[in-house]
């Protein structure tokens, strides 16, 4: 069963050992490899009011974290990301029941009209994930982001309400 919780300082150490595997790790960038990065970016976010930052927890194990961020209450958008870290969980529908979670926060509780996600090229899997889910494809953001030393891009994806509440 998957389930969301708070993230808390006691899951960090997972998210320091699936930021350092070069399988988990193949599509995000560059960042937050050692414990105190990882600790000074959960220090930063976990009180932030433009964050929601979450554990996924499927079978009573911590097997990755979701945020729902740049929380714009304005212009009523916000974007999501989501990391499965655990390799033997992937294509078992944990991503998309988070996903599912994830969006209904967004549009059901925030009371958002855009959420958007982007997707580094070759992430095949969450590419997938994001159109099952009724997202669209809306741009590619080239060359933005540095991924295993090379300029790698981003594909944009957005969901809107009416397309949420009709899909």
């Known amino acids: 069963m998957t389930t969301i919780r708070d993230l808390?300082?006691?899951?960090?150490?997972?998210?320091?050992?699936?930021?350092?595997?070069?399988?988990?790790?193949?599509?995000?960038?560059?960042?937050?490899?050692s414990q105190p990065e990882v600790e000074v970016w959960f220090n930063s976010v976990k009180t932030h009011p433009k964050i929601w930052l979450k554990a996924i927890?499927?079978?009573?194990?911590?097997?990755?974290?979701?945020?729902?961020?740049?929380?714009?209450?304005?212009?009523r958008k916000c974007e999501l990301a989501m990391v499965i870290g655990v390799a033997d969980r992937w294509g078992r529908g944990i991503g998309a029941?988070?996903?599912q979670v994830m969006l209904?926060?967004?549009?059901?509780?925030?009371g958002m009209h855009?959420?958007?996600?982007?997707?580094?090229?070759?992430?095949?899997?969450?590419?997938?994930?994001?159109?099952?889910?009724?997202?669209?494809?809306e741009g590619i953001m080239r060359e933005t982001l540095i991924i295993q030393d090379e300029f790698t891009d981003l594909l944009?994806?957005?969901i809107l309400e009416d397309?949420?509440?009709?899909g």
């Open 8 to 33: 808390t300082e006691d899951d960090l150490d997972a998210i320091v050992r699936w930021r350092n595997d070069a399988h988990v790790n193949r599509y995000l960038s560059n960042q937050l490899r």
């Open 57 to 75: 927890i499927d079978n009573d194990q911590i097997v990755g974290y979701a945020a729902v961020e740049s929380i714009d209450t304005i212009n």
């Open 97 to 99: 029941t988070v996903l």
């Open 104 to 110: 209904a926060y967004a549009f059901d509780t925030l």
């Open 114 to 137: 855009r959420v958007w996600a982007a997707v580094a090229r070759g992430n095949d899997r969450s590419e997938r994930l994001l159109r099952r889910a009724g997202f669209r494809q």
């Open 156 to 158: 944009c994806f957005s």
């Open 163 to 166: 397309e949420y509440r009709t």
